[in-house]
């Protein structure tokens, strides 16, 4: 998985003019620190509240935006009609979620078995292609144990 440094990630936000403020720097450690979780900008807020009162939930929006709009950050919908985050990955095809329905864990997959129906596609329609996501439904394995 691609963890990005601190270091890194106020690079890129000076690259493209954008302060490092103490209230982005304790945002983005509160990510970092949280990676592989897919966090809302509400659970975001509730993390960083805990430390730094001070922050309002306008400024984390504000943070999480720039950081999707520098394509530091993705923004991911997973049916629950909440916004959630996470890195963005070099890579050219992003994993894929499997999401369990009982507890709302979300389970990264990184296999890309859909390459081969995207060539099909594109040869078949002349559509190119620039990205797929694909998101299972279902039970996690600790709430099939609960049942």
């Keep these: 998985m691609y963890n990005p440094t ?15 403020t103490p209230q982005r720097q304790i945002i983005l450690q509160a990510l970092l620190d949280n990676h592989s ?12 509240r ?13 943070t999480l935006e720039i950081c999707a709009k520098l394509e ?11 916004t959630r985050y996470e890195f963005a990955k070099e890579e050219v095809h992003r994993h894929h979620h499997l999401i369990c329905i009982n507890c709302g864990k979300v ?10 129906l995207e060539t099909w596609v594109s040869k078949k329609t ?4 620039a990205d797929h996501q694909l998101k299972f439904y279902g039970s996690c394995e600790d709430c099939q144990r609960q049942d």
């Design 107 to 116: 389970i990264e997959f990184d296999d890309d078995l859909l390459e081969s």
């Design 126 to 129: 002349g559509f190119k292609i």
């Design 50 to 62: 805990e430390q730094h009162p001070e922050i309002g939930l306008a400024t984390i929006y504000r």
């Design 6 to 20: 601190f270091n890194s990630l106020c690079e890129k936000l000076q690259q493209k003019a954008y302060k490092i």
């Design 72 to 82: 530091i950050l993705h923004e991911i919908e997973f049916g629950d009609g909440c």
């Design 37 to 48: 979780q897919h966090l809302s900008a509400e659970e975001v807020y509730a993390i960083v």
